[in-house]
């Protein structure tokens, strides 16, 4: 057994795993060894990709339909894995994609994306934390956005979730290093994901590139045990840097520029 498939299987979980990068971490593991329980809410899909990982990887699959945001959603992923020996989880889904004015928009949607980025985080990250740590090793990894580095309007509550999901993981990092169990953030800009294709969301690529879903997912895991935090990509990269030194207010402007400008709503 290599180390990586010592460190993080003989199990991972991905939670939002029938397409985008979700589903390019279950390749990206399956092609490292270790066996993928898929999980999100379309079970053709799932058992479609499930078996396609399995005939191109020879590793075993198992699939778990849930809806995150519902009550018992992330519990579903707890007790279709409790025989198991995970080693990894990745906490995938999470964009909804879409805009507009907070308080025009209705509450329901914005707790629903605290209930998919922050409640389902919080409660697998706490469940896996505990196995992790008992076994001495393993891996957490939350999705995050290029979105979370400064509160944006049309996305307020998007952005503010994709924060929440940076520091949970930079915080847990730090407690789990320790224990011999790594936490890790990602970072993504715009990646070609069936999600991101049907939001209406415009991206000028000759301005921008798409990232591709595989090319993410392979380099957080080539990057996790050794960061909290990964940005995707050498030109979100450049952005981020140069971000982090401007003052938070302007790149909150220019964040929300961004979102109108992405989004076709009006510039402010
Ligand atoms: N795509 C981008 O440009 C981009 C940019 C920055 C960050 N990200 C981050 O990358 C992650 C993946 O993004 P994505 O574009 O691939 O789209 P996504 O909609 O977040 O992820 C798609 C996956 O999540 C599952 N999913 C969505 N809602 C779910 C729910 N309520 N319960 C269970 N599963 C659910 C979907 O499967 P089912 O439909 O089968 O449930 C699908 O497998 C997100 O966390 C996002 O914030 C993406």
């Known amino acids: 057994m290599d180390n990586f498939s010592h460190r993080y299987g003989p199990w991972a979980v991905v939670a939002g795993a029938s397409n985008g990068i979700g589903l390019g971490f279950a390749r990206q593991f399956a092609a490292r060894g270790v066996n993928v329980v898929l999980a999100s ?3 053709a899909a799932l058992r479609t990709e499930a078996e396609a990982i399995e005939s191109e990887h020879g590793v075993a699959t198992r699939v778990c339909v849930t809806d995150l945001t519902a009550a018992d959603g992330p519990a579903t992923i707890i007790d ?8 990894a989880v990745v906490y995938n889904a999470g964009a909804v994609h879409g805009a507009g004015l907070f308080h025009e928009g209705p509450l329901d949607e914005a707790l629903f994306l605290v209930d998919l980025n922050c409640r389902g985080p919080v409660v697998l990250a706490h469940h896996f934390a505990r ?3 008992a076994r001495g090793r393993g891996g957490i990894v939350l999705m995050s956005s290029m979105a979370a580095l400064a509160g944006s309007a049309y996305v307020a509550t998007y952005s503010a979730s994709k924060a929440f999901d940076i520091n949970l993981a930079e915080g847990l990092a730090i407690e789990l290093r320790p224990r011999g169990v790594d936490a890790m953030a990602v970072v993504a800009g715009a990646t070609r994901t069936p999600a991101l294709l049907a939001s209406g969301a ?6 921008y590139s798409l990232m591709e879903p595989d090319d993410v997912a392979r380099g957080a895991l080539d990057a996790l045990g050794t960061t909290s935090l990964w940005v995707a990509g050498p030109g979100n990269q450049l952005a981020y840097d140069a971000m982090r030194t401007l003052p938070r207010s302007d790149v909150s402007l220019f964040m929300s520029q961004g979102s109108a400008s992405l989004y076709d709503l009006p510039l402010l």
């Open 41 to 43: 809410r379309n079970e």
């Open 80 to 87: 279709a894995t409790a025989d198991l020996d995970v080693g």
């Open 131 to 133: 196995r992790f740590v």
């Open 202 to 207: 415009t991206v000028d690529e000759s301005v």
